[in-house]
């Protein structure tokens, strides 16, 4: 296993302690370097541009710090009545695997979707990540939208040698089942999942230990300072454990999503890692 730092960690969406404008990318990657870890995840929300110019930029640095480009995460749900729309979003997933392959970078991270029917996220997590579906339309309608564009997202990616890890993420992966639906349903071994460790609010153990058989990488969330959110005591020990049972070597990329400050919290997270994961990191 090796460890990695999403760029999340560093700014969560412009609304926290550390302020609304994220560092350059270029900047994370050199604090990945100086953090000692392996990898850097890149979110899309992150990236100044997609242009060949900025992206060469990017490989430079990588490789300038010894820093692999493990994953970038595209934005984007396919929980759309509208057929426009779900292939407007899916031109955004292949999008997302062009920058991917060429920066290198073996997955794309992705959504299950939800119908945004709640919209307040406070109260959205109030509600376990449930919501009703809109008026007129069902879940299974909806589940066969996410399936089908999936399919075609994946053959994409396949063609260009990327992997679509999809994230437990509330919506429509929102548990194990659900998100084990989509991918039996897709049935290809280019879309397999990322194990986030902090996003199941109910029997979270053994949700974890359900599709941790499909995982391509773990998000190893960390709350320092308190969650923002929500706080969930997780034993990496454990999660070390469930890894190793199912021969997982791939990343574990921390999203670290507490109060304190990145410049302490990063740090923090990755030595109380390091020490539950062990012998297992390389």
Known sequence: MKLAISSYSFNRFGEQIEGPKPPPLVEMIRAAAEYGVSGIELLGIHFESTERGYLNELKYAALKNGIEICAVSAHHNFVHPDPEERYRQMEIVTKWVDV??????????????????????????????????????????????????????????????????????????????????????????????????????????????????????????????????????????????LLERVSFRGYISLEFEGKAHPDEGIPQSLAMLREALGSALR
Request: aromatic share 14%; charged share 20%.
């Open 100 to 241: 991917a392959a060429y920066l290198g970078a073996k997955v794309v991270r992705v959504f299950g979707g939800r119908w945004g029917t709640i919209r307040d996220f406070s109260a959205y997590m109030a509600a376990k990540g449930q919501e009703p579906p809109l008026e007129g339309y069902t879940d299974e309608q909806a589940l066969g939208w996410v399936i089908d564009a999936f399919k075609m997202c994946t053959y994409y990616a396949e063609q260009h040698g990327v992997v679509l890890g999809l994230e437990n993420h509330w919506g429509f992966t929102g548990d194990a089942e659900g998100t084990r639906r989509i991918i039996e349903g897709v049935g290809s071994p280019w879309l397999r999942v990322i194990l986030d460790t902090g996003n199941f609010l109910v029997d979270a153990d053994a949700q974890r230990a359900a599709l941790a058989p499909y995982a391509v990488m773990v998000h190893a969330k960390t709350y320092i300072g308190g969650g923002i959110y929500y706080t969930m005591d997780i034993d990496y020990r454990e999660i070390r454990e």
